[in-house]
C-alpha cells in the first residue's frame, strides 16, 4: 500500500521526541529544555505531538517556551500540524502571534531553515531507512520541497522507495509555464500530479474547480487528502550532525 507523507515534516522530526505522551505542560517543556539544551544558539528546535485537547492556546505561552528555550527560536507542532505554539524567536522569525493555527501555519514553514540539496539528501537518506525498517516501499509525498532530494537520490542510486511527487495547488501554473508533465523526474522518483486539502486549504470551490480542470487537462492527477491521511511522523534516527 502507498503511503501518503510529508516528506519535509518527517524527515526533519525523525529522532526528535515524540510530545503525545506529555500528560501535561511541565513534561511537555521539559522535553523541549532537554531538547534545546542539545543544540547550539540560534538553530531552530521543531517538536511535534501536541494534543490540542490537553493544551490550550495558551498553555504554551511563549514566556514558557522561552524559559525552556532562551537561545533557539522554537516551535512545538501540534500532532496534525494544523497548529503551533512559538517561543518569542520564533514569533519574531515568523512574524506571528505566539499560537497559530489554520492557515496561519504557513508563517512558520515559510521561516524555518530552508535546506541545501546535500541536506535534504542526508535527511531523506535517513528518513527512507526508517520507512523500509518498517515495511514501507511505496509512498505519495505531498511536500513538493522534497522532490528534488528524493530525484537526487535516486540519481545517486541510492533510492529504494517507490516515491510519486506531487505539487501543491499554488505551484500548478508555474509547474506548466516551466513545461512539467505528468511522469516527469527520474524511474523511482517521479511527478504525478497535484495535492488538495479535502476542506480547500483556503481556495474557494470555484478556484478549486478551475485549477483541478486545468491539472487534469495535462494529464496530472488530482490527489485529496485529509491532514489526518498525511504520515508526518516515522520512528527512527535522525542523521549524523542533522541540521535544523
Not at 515534516?9 to 521526541?17: M, T
Not at 526508517?130 to 511505496?138: D, K
Request: charged residues 25%; proline residues 6%.
Amino acid at each position: 500500500m502507498r503511503r501518503l507523507i510529508h516528506g519535509g515534516d518527517a524527515a526533519r522530526l525523525l529522532g526528535a521526541p515524540d510530545l503525545s505522551a506529555a500528560a501535561d505542560v511541565d513534561a511537555l517543556v521539559g522535553a523541549v529544555r532537554a531538547e534545546a539544551g542539545a543544540g547550539d544558539a540560534g538553530r531552530w528546535v521543531v517538536l511535534s505531538g501536541a494534543s490540542t485537547a490537553r493544551f490550550s492556546p495558551h498553555a504554551l505561552s511563549a514566556a514558557v517556551l522561552d524559559a525552556a528555550a532562551p537561545r533557539r527560536p522554537t516551535c512545538v507542532w501540534s500532532a496534525d500540524h494544523e497548529a503551533a505554539w512559538l517561543n518569542t524567536l520564533a514569533c519574531e522569525a515568523a512574524r506571528s502571534a505566539p499560537f497559530v493555527e489554520g492557515l496561519a501555519v504557513e508563517a512558520v514553514r515559510r521561516v524555518l531553515p530552508r535546506w541545501t540539496l546535500e541536506t535534504w539528501k542526508e535527511r531523506l537518506l535517513a528518513l527512507q531507512d526508517a520507512l523500509v525498517a518498517g515495511g514501507v516501499r511505496e509512498i505519495r509525498d505531498v511536500d513538493p520541497d522534497a522532490a528534488e532530494g528524493w530525484r537526487a537520490l535516486d540519481d545517486d542510486g541510492a533510492l529504494r522507495l517507490d516515491v510519486e511527487t506531487l505539487l501543491a495547488p499554488k505551484g500548478l501554473r508555474p509547474a506548466l509555464l516551466r513545461g512539467a508533465r505528468p511522469g516527469e523526474g527520474t524511474p523511482r522518483a517521479r511527478l504525478i500530479g497535484v495535492a488538495w486539502r479535502e476542506d480547500g486549504g483556503g481556495w474557494s470551490a470555484a478556484r478549486i474547480a478551475e485549477e483541478t480542470a486545468l491539472a487534469e487537462a495535462r494529464g496530472f492527477a488530482v490527489v485529496r487528502y485529509a491532514p489526518s491521511d498525511v504520515l508526518r511522523r516515522v520512528a527512527g534516527a535522525a542523521p549524523p550532525a542533522a541540521s535544523s
